[in-house]
């Protein structure tokens, strides 16, 4: 039976006379805040010459909804203030939208500033202007670059190589100029591949290191852009640049790319008060050298550095460079030139050591305390002149507590400095990063305190979004492991792992995961970057390579890797709502579907698989891989679901993008997939696919293969698999484990999901936990499987489990009709032990929060949505929640067992007390 209660009039005419009352004391009932451009704050050189606005509200009242919104765009703050020569006025646009919005003016120039402000009207009345914010241009014009690349075209010191472990020195690159005029503004334009650190009068540019971010350089080469106008000082000035090698020169010959010797691409263009303009640009009249103190860096092996060899003062002015060289003209890099638009790498956090301990041989091993990837800085720690002082890097210990290195394969992960004279120093390595818990120190005469070392933690610049805590102590440490997990793999894009000499951007670890990432990270322009990797990546016949940027060119023409190209498409869509990627890359997805029919499809079925359901939990710990036929999943069983579930995404992108006329042709396929599936595969006495491993069965049930009606029966095999013959613990690997929790949930069965979850014996999450990991582990035996692949820092296997936490255990869920959160579904479920789960999410529109405690029979629960997003509630009648009767309760519905409440923007308090 279906109740619906709506709000008296009263109350209404209440609310409404208080808000009047509210309004007419106050400048404004609603503010808005956060005004982004690109889903940046303030970007410097952006490419796009259609750039999108967000910003998001604030309210202390209930139930805001914008109704309209203007937008102005000028040349100058003085002209935008001013109502003047505006480059686009909107006008007032009727809408709720308030998430990237495109611009629609004059035509944007090459090298411009612009400044902007936007206002709303809600109804709850209109906002001021927001604050103002601006942004500027990159170069849009080849002709627009006067900068050549240049370096040093020879491998001139010892032991130097491009073969096996290649080994090079960093390069150090200087330019000298005057100013002698007061400057109106000074832009940087710099690319070094593979990484550089740029300094104007001896201080850095900025803070990113490893800069510019990854590429398939043959397509695609990156430039950064910065705002140097405060750098510049009178009369004389010096631009430096130190280069390191990074992925450009590869670190080995044998497996990773190799593109050439490091380069640099410089311009650095001044506009002056009097409206004149200079520009310094790279060329042959810059001095270099690789006579320098970094001898050697290699991401796979470490950094090497000799103090001996200092060159006190090159990055400043009147420095004496007469013995360098002077800089060689260097072949331009094969893709083209592109600003990039997602940020750098930065130190994000720093950690403290928890211990140290003397070793035979006058060794010490520093302990972390966590996992981590980045570097170790040195403080104060001395030194004796010319002695080596290394330091080696790992995640674990043997049991006679020295380093356990056999995971790391041919990674030698050695940093090492050597002192110019007796005493004091202070040191980190630029162009290399470790995966570690413990270092290694040796070549000190005595042991040295713990605040000799920081720990530097990096990667990719950005906010992180989202928390988490519940009642169960083995859930709160997992989202711990699994946030130190994915931020260690964001390197540019997307990686598998960041210590051992591999690194690289596999697509199947990212399928799910994606979704679950953003819920801790706003991680969309790394992830609508990681998407272009991938199709630069791609082959002319539309092969799509597992791993992207390319730099091992894997093409398999198989489905379930690929997938997350067109997943992660989704998820940025969904999650956050962009569209621009699927617009972008539509063709050539759909050329991938076709290149897979032509060399895969046979009778419907999709036969080409490479990797199977990747780390499932062998029979024997001492494995790898499972060598039971009964524990595996088919490849074409895999294929073909993952191929049918990619068919239904391209139809709503082909709407998304106006190819409407594709829709028909993905809707027959589908069609004869899943016939075609289900005639080979399912079993319709006992409702099991092909040999009934919960991997076959809930890819069928969750990717929508199952008959209609047969879905309760398909389920309950999962159900029976799991808790007879899995003993209640998972038995998936990558593919499965995408499906497996939010699928028991969906189905009824919310406590084996908690059990999975909760699990403290192998194989799980909690196995890892017990044996003190700190990440999440490759395998689900990881600390007793062949160190040929046990990685302690991979996150493929945490599946759907952080979409499970937030949109099942907290509520916080995107409503299925909804984009970027605008609408909620709210509808936690409550499995049997946990009392208490806390999360909040900062959403597109705004900050989420969702706090409930369930226990002996009490129940309270508080809500925040932000302004301008709406929820749909769903609890249990059986709570005998108390009907709440505030601004903000649209509506009320009891629709069998499930009381529905309706609610707006605001702060709410569910209770049955």
């Known amino acids: 039976m279906k109740h619906i209660y709506f709000i008296s009039t009263r109350m209404l005419a209440l609310a409404l006379m208080l808000t009047m009352a509210f309004t007419s004391c106050q400048h404004s009932a609603v503010e808005v805040i956060s005004p982004k451009v690109e889903m940046q704050e303030n970007p410097v050189g952006l490419e796009t010459t259609t750039p999108r606005f967000s910003w998001q509200m604030a309210s202390k009242m209930q139930d805001i909804q914008q109704v309209s919104y203007r937008i102005r765009v000028a040349r100058s703050e003085k002209e935008l203030k001013n109502e003047t020569n505006l480059v686009w006025d909107s006008g007032e646009v009727s809408g709720d939208e308030s998430v990237l919005i495109p611009y629609e003016g004059a035509t944007l120039a090459s090298r411009g500033v612009y400044y902007w402000r936007v206002k709303v009207n809600t109804n709850q ?134 593109f050439g010797l490091p380069r640099l691409l410089a311009q650095l263009e001044i506009e002056y008060a009097d409206g004149t303009t200079e520009t310094i640009a790279s060329d042959e009249s810059w001095k270099v050298t690789s006579n320098g103190p970094i001898v050697a860096n290699n991401e796979f092996d470490g950094e090497e550095y000799d103090a001996r060899k200092e060159l006190p003062g090159w990055s400043e002015p009147n420095y004496d460079d007469t013995a360098w060289k002077q800089a060689d003209l260097m072949t331009a890099p094969e893709g083209s030139l592109t600003a990039q638009p997602n940020p750098n790498i930065t130190v994000m956090e720093e950690l403290t050591p928890i211990s140290i301990k003397e070793m035979p041989e006058g060794k010490y091993i520093l302990d972390m305390g966590q996992n981590m990837v980045g570097w170790i800085t040195i403080n104060g720690l001395s030194g004796k002149s010319g002695q080596p002082i290394t330091m080696r890097f790992a995640e674990t210990l043997k049991p006679d507590g020295t380093l356990y290195m056999d995971n790391l394969r041919g990674a030698k992960v050695t940093d090492i400095y050597t002192p110019a004279k007796d005493g004091a120093f202070d040191w980190e390595p630029s162009f290399v990063f470790h995966g570690f818990r413990f270092v290694e120190i040796a070549g000190l005469d005595y042991q040295p305190d713990l605040t000799h070392f920081t720990g530097k933690v990096i990667y990719d610049r950005m906010e992180t979004t989202g928390q988490f805590e519940t009642s169960n102590e083995t859930i709160n440490q997992l989202v711990k492991n699994a946030f130190w997990g994915i931020r260690g793999n964001y390197r540019g894009m997307p990686t598998d792992c960041p210590q051992r000499d591999e690194r690289q951007g596999w697509l199947g670890d990212r399928t799910t995961g994606c979704f679950g990432e953003a819920f801790l990270f706003d991680n969309a322009l790394l992830y609508s970057k990681w998407l272009q990797d991938i199709e630069d990546s791609q082959s002319p016949e539309g092969s799509i390579s597992v791993v992207s940027p390319r730099y091992w060119t894997v093409y398999n023409d198989d489905v379930t890797w690929p997938a997350a190209y067109f997943y992660g498409a989704k998820m940025l869509w969904k999650n956050f709502g962009d569209t621009v990627p699927i617009h972008k890359h539509y063709a050539s997805m759909k050329q991938y579907l076709e290149r897979v029919q032509e060399v895969s499809m046979q009778d419907y079925i999709l036969t080409k698989d490479t990797y199977g359901d990747w780390c499932m939990p062998p029979e024997s710990q001492e494995l790898i891989h499972s060598a039971d036929p009964s524990r595996k999943t088919a490849g074409p069983v895999l294929s073909t679901t993952v191929y049918y579930s990619l068919l239904e995404l391209m139809k709503e992108f082909a709407t998304i993008t106006r190819n409407e006329q594709d829709i028909a042709g993905y809707e027959e396929l589908a069609v004869r997939i899943k016939e075609a599936y289900n005639e080979r595969f399912f079993d319709l006495e006992t409702a099991r696919y092909d040999n009934n491993t919960v ?79 700190t990440t999440i582990w490759e395998l689900w035996n990881g600390d007793t499987a062949n160190p040929a692949m046990n990685s302690g820092n991979h996150v493929m296997l945490l599946g759907d489990l952080l979409i499970w936490m937030y949109e099942d255990l907290a509520g916080i869920k995107n409503h299925p009709e909804s984009i970027a959160y605008k609408q909620l579904l709210m509808e936690p479920k409550f499995p049997e032990g946990l009392t208490h789960a806390k999360a909040s999410f900062k959403s597109p529109y705004g900050d989420i929060e969702s706090e409930w405690t369930k226990e002996e029979g009490a129940f309270n629960w508080h809500i925040t949505i932000p302004p301008n997003s709406s929820a749909t509630v769903k609890l249990p009648r059986e709570l005998n929640i108390k009907t709440p009767e505030i601004e903000g309760v649209r509506a009320i519905h009891e629709e069998g067992e499930t009381l529905e409440i309706e609610l707006g923007s605001g702060s709410y308090r569910l209770s049955n007390s």
Do not use: C
């Open 125 to 258: 009345g209109e906002s001021n202007w927001s604050k103002t914010g601006h942004w500027s241009m990159a170069l849009l014009n080849e002709s627009d670059w006067k900068a050549q690349w240049i370096g040093e075209d020879a491998m001139s010191n010892p032991g130097e190589t491009d073969q096996g472990n290649t080994r090079l020195a960093a390069r150090y690159l200087r330019k000298p100029f005057e100013s002698s005029q007061r400057v109106q503004r000074a832009v940087l334009y710099i690319s070094g591949q593979g990484a550089y650190e740029a300094y104007i009068n001896g201080q850095r540019v900025s803070d990113d290191v490893l800069a510019p971010t990854v590429s398939w350089f043959p397509e695609r080469v990156y430039y950064n852009v910065y705002d140097v106008t405060s750098m510049i000082q009178k009369k004389e000035n010096l631009l430096g640049v130190k280069l390191g090698n990074g992925r450009y020169f590869g670190m080995r010959s044998s497996r990773t790319q190799m």
């Open 695 to 773: 991997t076959a069965n809930i890819l069928s049930l969750q990717l929508g293969l199952v008959p209609e009606g047969r879905e309760a029966d398909v389920f309950d095999n999962i159900v029976e698999k799991t808790l007879g013959d899995f003993s209640g613990h998972v038995s998936t690997g990558v593919l499965g484990i995408q499906h497996l929790m939010r699928g028991l949930t969906e189905h009824g069965n919310v406590d084996l999901a908690y059990q999975i979850a909760t699990n403290r014996t192998y194989p799980s999450w909690g196995y890892m936990i017990e044996k003190e990991a």
